[in-house]
């Protein structure tokens, strides 16, 4: 059984630009969700998709979005990038919306120069 | 906003047992406490949850204060691949019924062998 996995590994950005990262969550599992980790801090709830739809979301502006796909894989989006989204950008995937049972992916090192 | 309060770090010798404390004193009545651990280089891994009992699972046991403001995640026996930063985690709900999740800024465990 693969787990969850997250693509690029890494990515160097310019602040003002847009990126898309992506999650492939586990088999079985309908639920995605996205997490910031900065350097030396715990992760920060950006939004959780239940089925295709947004079911609860941190505070996080606008320009962060998200989507999830039929085949239950996920995308987040941050537009009109700064300096301070250089974070780890983690995905968890879970059968449900219980939080005990996410399992989180490797992650995707975003970096805005 | 729920929040949670941990040590940022603590030490424990090989094979001892360690107990790890969280304040929530913002809890509500019906959210269950959580933990994490993130081992370096990957993403957080689920280690125990509870609501109001004790519990014990082949991890670890979670002992929870009769007020439910804070609670003790106990290693019984500390092994070197028990080295993580370990995260007490709440589910903040929204009156609009969403919800989003709360991380701790998390404590740093150190194995001594």
Not at chain 1, 28 to 55: C, D, K, M
Not at chain 2, 31 to 57: A, C, F, K
Request: proline letters at 5%; hydrophobic letters at 30%; charged letters at 20%.
């Amino acid at each position: 059984e693969t787990g969850v996995t997250q693509s690029p590994t890494h990515l160097i950005k310019t602040r003002g630009q847009q990126v898309t990262l992506r999650c492939s969550s586990q088999s079985g599992h309908n639920t995605v969700s996205w997490y910031q980790q900065a350097l030396g801090q715990g992760p920060q709830f950006i939004f959780q998709y239940y089925r295709e739809e947004e079911n609860g979301r941190g505070n996080f502006p606008p320009r962060f979005s998200g989507l999830q796909f039929p085949n239950y894989s996920s995308e987040l989006n941050v537009n009109a990038l700064e300096l301070d989204d250089s974070a780890l950008y983690l995905c968890a995937s879970s059968p449900g919306t219980r939080f005990y049972e996410q399992y989180f992916g490797p992650g995707t090192r975003l970096t805005v120069t | 906003d729920a929040k949670t309060t941990q040590p940022n770090s603590m030490e424990s010798n090989e094979e001892e047992p360690v107990h790890l404390p969280c304040n929530h004193s913002t809890i509500s009545g019906t959210d269950y406490i959580h933990w994490y651990r993130q081992l370096p280089s990957q993403g957080p891994e689920y280690v125990i949850h509870g609501l109001t009992s004790n519990v014990n699972n082949r991890m670890a046991s979670l002992a929870i204060a009769e007020d439910r403001k804070s609670s003790t995640l106990i290693l019984h026996r500390a092994t070197l691949r028990d080295a993580a930063v370990y995260y007490c985690i709440l589910r903040d709900e929204h009156t609009s019924g969403t919800y989003k999740y709360i991380f701790g800024t998390g404590t740093r465990l150190k194995v001594l062998a």
